[in-house]
């Protein structure tokens, strides 16, 4: 399940980099929002400025494009718990990004030349947007699973059938830039902030997409982390999946 890209790097088809197969509760899981995490711009100049070429055509072709704020992964710490069900705690490591380098870094046709050959995934994508997605497993009542068909006049995937979701939003916690969290306790409270809208996004995501009132849904809030997920297709974008 290995491909070859361009620079000289190894990748699976999907890697899973951190499993968790009974998923995370809440408690367990903790985020830190730092410009630590940010993408660092390529040293190629012409690479640099196709970013904003690709997205200048995108729009001129879809109208409906907007360059919105996205948070972006940067990497993630792990530790076990000391009591006996050995439990996994996990803090994300998060940037901020936007949708426009999303489009020109990760679904540029040239996206391979954005890598770095590295075994250590944040050090690989370092050059990419890699804005932090979510998404959901919808169960019926009747036992059948919700999928969507996304939209032909869509930045990506168009015409594609997908779970609901989306992404967490920086704007949803009055995040435009990291000047909001300059300072130690104001660090702890954005990061809290931060979390929260990890699992209050993917509900949002789900009222928006399928239609149903929030009081409708018997939430079991497991985070189940996706994190890298490693093709051509879908080059380099993190998940975070919830059900």
Request: charged share 20%; glycine share 8%.
């Amino acid at each position: 399940m290995e491909k070859e890209v361009g620079n000289g790097c190894s990748s699976l088809a999907y890697k899973l980099l951190f499993s968790c197969p009974f998923g995370l509760s809440q408690p367990q899981l903790s985020a830190v929002f730092d410009e630590s995490y940010d993408r660092i711009p390529h040293s190629d100049s012409n690479l640099e400025n196709s970013i904003s070429q690709i997205w200048d055509q995108r729009v001129q072709k879809n109208g409906s494009l907007f360059n919105g704020k996205k948070f972006r992964y940067g990497g993630y710490s792990q530790k076990s718990g000391d009591g006996s069900k050995k439990e996994s705690y996990v803090c994300l490591h998060l940037g901020l990004t936007d949708y426009k380098t999303f489009v020109g870094t990760n679904l540029n046709p040239s996206w391979e030349k954005f890598l770095v050959a590295s075994e250590d995934d944040p050090t690989q994508c370092q050059h990419t947007s890699s804005p932090l997605g979510n998404g959901a497993i919808v169960e019926t009542s009747d036992q059948k699973i919700v999928l969507l068909q996304r939209s032909d006049n869509v930045g990506e995937f168009p015409g594609h059938f997908v779970f609901p979701g989306g992404h967490p939003e920086p704007q949803e916690v009055g995040i435009e830039t990291h000047e909001y969290c300059k300072g130690s306790k104001d660090s702890e409270l954005v990061n809290k902030k931060v979390l929260q809208e990890m699992f209050e996004s993917i509900i949002r995501e789900v009222v928006e997409e399928i239609g149903v009132p929030a009081t409708s849904l018997m939430l079991s809030f497991q985070f189940l982390l996706l994190l890298a997920v490693r093709s051509s297709f879908y080059r380099h974008i993190p998940q975070g999946l919830e059900c």
